[in-house]
């Protein structure tokens, strides 16, 4: 640590040093090729571990080269051009201090960098909530000028990757170390257009494990060259960075994606990729084919807004005239696919927080006044969504949905009959069902599936401690088995449903699945004994790699 450095620091300016296994890969590769004379820049170089690697491959390779590196921190910059001097590199070497953003490519006037043979590197991970004002500007500018228009969610390295894209030669290399959200946001949907469209060649290096001290993000290798565009991608799963050594070029599994949309499909091996498509596509339908997906109760203060048995008793508030039945916030008190009113009774007599503030009148009194007074003195209505709403005491109300959706989930998202009829808040999902459907008991179960769970693997979002998220739209697309086949089925399942809800409750959910398998399969789900276990070997696989994510360091 450089002094005057800090851990907090370091991830303020989204600063995560690579590995130097993973660097020396990269460099290897981007100085390859028959035409290439060494010239490589690093954009935002941090202490030099890339032209490190990089000055040492050009030694091993008897090639003279140039060594560019751009970095915002001069400190970091300083120590980046004492360790390349010191490792006999200095002669080579040529560091500028300032905002990468701010380098005119090529061409442009008053460019300092001239085209070159490989940008390498590993672009700061500043998400959006931090990544604003000027330094976004600047970073959408830059993008902009290469033909991409990025939404104003995007984290820097995607303007960061976009950008150094300009200095490269026709026939360049790219080797960057990226977010894995670059496969699975929406945000990054111009990114990978761009790269369709750009690069004769794309490689994806995903990684079993975390790879980067401080960092909750998984990551990918992205290595790409030439121009021209490209329609398929090469990929390679590696358990982390000591495996880098044993890629093969033929090892790998070519990946058309689809014309848009996400690449998460690129995590499931590609045997299991195509059953999943042919079978979704032919006999499945999207669950907003049943009814909508929508948020809950947005309250700005659940721990105020949702309240126990004992704090209403205690305000004397009145059940459907200020407060209204809720599921508690949080999704751990849904632990099978039905939440009845006896159980929410039970969640009422051991004091969760069952009820929801609701006043219907406009002059509050009595209790019901003394409550609102204590919200007044914690300052609850300064909050961001109460201060923007008249009265702030009065939450915009979801009425009860039909069914619940578990939409951050450590093993699978999962649908509940909402039997106790009670509302909700933004913790979790409502489904709302066409009023012809007549799937409501049958839906929780029927989705309990492996072809539905492993879609749930692609169309949602790993995050850092192993949790799958899927946001409403995400939610929208999951794959249920079509109205005809489900209705079969839930003729075989009906009557085990008590046996089903008990599997799940004790957390044997993948036992309860090939139940549910079974009678897909009896009522025309075309999946073979052989086709059902790649799925079912593909779910376990993609689970264990994001519940695996280990912090390193």
Request: neutral net charge.
């Amino acid at each position: 640590m450089l002094p005057g450095d800090s851990i907090d620091l370091r991830k303020q300016r989204g600063a995560f040093f690579t590995p130097i296994d993973i660097a020396e890969h990269l460099a290897e590769w981007a100085l390859g090729g028959d035409d290439n004379q060494g010239r490589v820049l690093d954009p935002t170089c941090g202490e030099g571990v890339f032209l490190l690697a990089a000055g040492n491959r050009l030694r091993t390779l008897e090639r003279d080269g140039q060594l560019l590196g751009v970095d915002l921190h001069a400190a970091s910059l300083d120590e980046t051009g004492r360790l390349l001097d010191l490792a006999g590199h200095g002669s080579s070497r040529k560091l500028f201090v300032g905002d990468f953003f701010e380098e005119p490519t090529p061409g442009e006037i008053g460019a300092r960098i001239e085209p070159v043979d490989a940008v390498i590197g590993n672009p700061p991970f500043v998400r959006y909530q931090e990544h604003r004002g000027d330094a976004r500007r600047k970073a959408s500018a830059a993008a902009l000028k290469q033909g991409v228009r990025l939404s104003g969610l995007a984290s820097s390295w995607a303007a960061l990757l976009i950008h150094a894209s300009g200095f490269l030669k026709p026939d360049g290399r790219l080797a960057m170390v990226v977010p894995a959200e670059l496969l699975s946001v929406g945000y990054a949907e111009p990114v990978r257009q761009w790269l369709k469209s750009r690069f004769a060649s794309v490689h994806l290096v995903l990684f079993e494990q975390l790879q980067f001290a401080g960092a909750e993000e998984q990551t990918v290798l992205l290595v790409a060259r030439g121009s021209g565009g490209c329609s398929a991608f090469t990929l390679h799963h590696v358990r982390d960075a000591s495996d880098l050594s044993r890629l093969h070029i033929y090892d790998a599994n070519a990946f058309t994606p689809r014309p848009t949309g996400k690449w998460t499909e690129l995590m499931i091996p590609e045997q299991a990729r195509g059953i999943l498509r042919s079978v979704t596509e032919a006999e499945f339908s999207s669950l907003d084919h049943f009814g909508n997906v929508e948020l809950g109760t947005v309250t700005g203060a659940n721990d105020y807004f949702t309240i126990s048995e004992s704090t209403r008793r205690q305000y004397h508030l009145i059940p459907n005239q200020d407060v209204v039945r809720t599921v508690p916030p949080g999704s751990r008190h849904l632990k099978g696919l039905q939440f009845t009113t006896g159980q929410w009774e039970q969640l009422r007599l051991t004091g969760e927080r069952v009820w929801m503030l609701a006043p219907k009148s406009n002059s509050p009194s009595g209790g019901l006044a003394e409550y609102l007074e204590v919200g007044a003195e914690r300052g609850v209505q300064l909050g961001y969504k109460c201060r923007g709403r008249k009265p702030w005491w009065r939450p915009p109300m979801v009425s009860a949905p039909d069914l619940f959706f578990t939409y951050m989930s450590h093993i699978s998202p999962r649908l509940i009959a909402n039997q106790a009829g009670t509302t909700f808040v933004n913790s979790m999902h409502g489904v709302r069902l066409s009023t012809d459907s007549d799937l409501r008991e049958a839906l929780p179960f029927i989705a309990l599936n492996t072809v539905t769970m492993l879609a749930a693997e692609v169309v949602g979002r790993g995050y850092g401690g192993g949790v799958l998220k899927l946001e409403p739209r995400e939610a929208s697309s999951l794959p249920l088995p079509n109205g005809p086949m489900a209705r079969e089925a839930w003729r075989a399942l009906s009557g085990r449903r008590a046996h089903l809800d008990e599997l799940v409750r004790t957390g044997n959910l993948d036992v309860a699945a090939s139940e549910v398998d079974s009678a897909l399969i009896c009522a025309g789900l075309s999946l073979n004994p052989d086709q059902r276990r790649v799925l079912q070997q593909a779910l376990i696989r993609q689970r264990a790699r994001r519940q695996g994510r280990v912090k390193v360091g």
